[in-house]
């Protein structure tokens, strides 16, 4: 692209505006000091630098912010464009090139940033395997169990074998229902429970308690304006649905509550979306602790206890996987192959050894099998297990049960607006299926 006139400014300017959206509009910015503030502090330095003209600029601020954090496909893609503006083809081809090796999609032809790559070998070969990376994947490993049809927006499920039933979280309604095998829904949460939306379920057989997090989201219905930012992890009967304990966040500051995970002794331990917090509520505990504080990790989401319960695997959706130690709370990053991108993950659950993940902050949308080291720090090998199916569609958080993952597959998020309105007048039902991780064949 030429370097004069108004073209190479508006374009840049375009480019900057495109590429300030994030990758998932719920992930929060990091305020302290480490990789990740400094991977967000450098791709702002590098989108400023593009809407003032200075390419170049933007080009080296952003390869320092993909040094700090590896593997991030809006940053891969951000290095692409900005090579491509600056008339560096081969290098926009390289970072495509990671993209792509990343199992993600792209269609380059409606892509304004990309339509203009001069034909050839390179950009043929590139577009065949971005076209690769859209096939179906894991048909015959996805099942679907249940479909519902009302707009509450389900978000986590549970199952209640004791009593043999299904339970539900409804973040708009903000309940929790009981659900049949053939799909039939009835009420299960108390009606003076007075809670929040409900997202991340965890049912402790061991002990037969109902833990639940919750959180003043914009799609939540009839929210006051205290209510909004706000949170709590609930404490149920599973017998009778009854809320026998509350736990607010140690601080006033605005919180998410979103998943819940259970360690062998019966601490619970939350993740706050809003505020990056990691929370833990000690066995027979009365209040919630901070286990990482805010600042560390952006939008941290699906989270497992390690087995020995020793150490906790977080997804933060805008760094990847996180080791934190229960020791004293340290933070470490896993490393992982060169082709992996394990952003945007919102549901972990652990499986025979392995983590099952659910990436839905990326394209495609996908069920992911990770191979960790034996000291659970790195990942060693990354599967794709299901993507580009009709079912799975904002995949959320789920269970592991008889050997199956069993999740919300196909989720409603996208179906409300800001003011816990439908945007959508008929959605497309919520999806809970199985999936079964070593039945196929592997991609």
């Not at 003209?53 to 893609?77: C, K, M, T, V, W």
């Not at 043999?164 to 429970?193: C, F, K, M, N, Q």
């Not at 607010?248 to 998943?259: M, T, Y």
Request: proline share 6%.
């Amino acid at each position: 692209m030429s370097e004069t006139g108004g073209g190479w400014r508006g374009a840049a300017a375009a480019l900057a505006l495109v590429l300030a959206t994030p990758l998932c509009a719920g992930a929060q910015e990091p305020v302290a000091a480490g990789d990740l503030a400094a991977f967000q502090r450098l791709r702002a330095e590098g989108l400023e630098a593009a809407g003032e003209g200075d390419i170049p600029l933007a080009r080296a601020r952003l390869a320092q912010a993909d040094a700090r954090l590896p593997n991030h496909a809006g940053l891969i893609l951000l290095r692409a464009r900005t090579a491509h503006l600056d008339g560096d083809e081969q290098e926009a081809l390289r970072q495509l090139g990671r993209y792509a090796a990343a199992g993600l999609t792209l269609d380059l032809g409606a892509d304004r940033h990309f339509s203009g790559l001069t034909p050839g070998p390179d950009q043929a070969a590139l577009a065949a395997r971005l076209a690769d990376n859209a096939r179906a994947v894991g048909q015959d490993r996805l099942t679907p169990l249940m479909r519902l049809n009302a707009p509450v927006l389900i978000e986590s499920v549970a199952f209640d074998g004791r009593r043999g039933r299904w339970l539900a979280s409804s973040v708009h309604d903000r309940t929790i229902v009981a659900l049949t095998a053939e799909g039939a829904v009835s009420p299960y949460l108390a009606e003076d429970a007075d809670a929040l939306g409900v997202l991340g379920l965890a049912l402790d057989t061991e002990r037969d308690v109902l833990w639940a997090a919750t959180a003043g989201l914009p799609q939540v219905r009839g929210l006051t304006p205290e209510q909004a930012n706000a949170a709590e992890l609930l404490k149920i009967d599973p017998a009778t649905g009854a809320v026998t304990a509350r736990f607010s966040p140690p601080d006033d500051a605005d919180h998410a509550f979103g998943d819940v995970a259970l360690g062998p002794d019966g601490a619970v331990y939350v993740s706050d979306s809003l505020s990056g917090q990691i929370l833990r509520l000690p066995p027979d505990g009365e209040t919630l602790q901070t286990l990482v504080p805010a600042g560390v990790l952006g939008s941290p989401q699906g989270i497992i206890v390690v087995e020995d319960g020793t150490s906790l695997i977080v997804a933060d959706y805008s760094s990847g996987l996180h080791y934190v130690s229960l020791t004293d709370g340290a933070v470490t990053r896993l490393s992982a192959p060169d082709d992996a991108v394990l952003v945007g993950i919102d549901g972990l659950i652990a499986l025979n050894g392995d983590i099952l993940a659910l990436q839905n902050g990326i394209q495609p949308h996908r069920v992911l099998r990770l191979t960790l080291s034996g000291a659970r720090t790195s990942v060693t090998r990354v599967e794709v297990l299901a993507a580009n199916l009709d079912d799975l569609n904002e995949p959320s958080t789920g269970l592991a049960l008889n050997g199956d993952l069993v999740f919300v597959s196909r989720t409603q998020w996208r179906a409300f607006d800001g003011e816990g309105q439908l945007r959508i007048p008929e959605p497309a039902p919520t999806v809970i299926s199985r999936l079964t991780p070593n039945q196929g064949t592997r991609p």
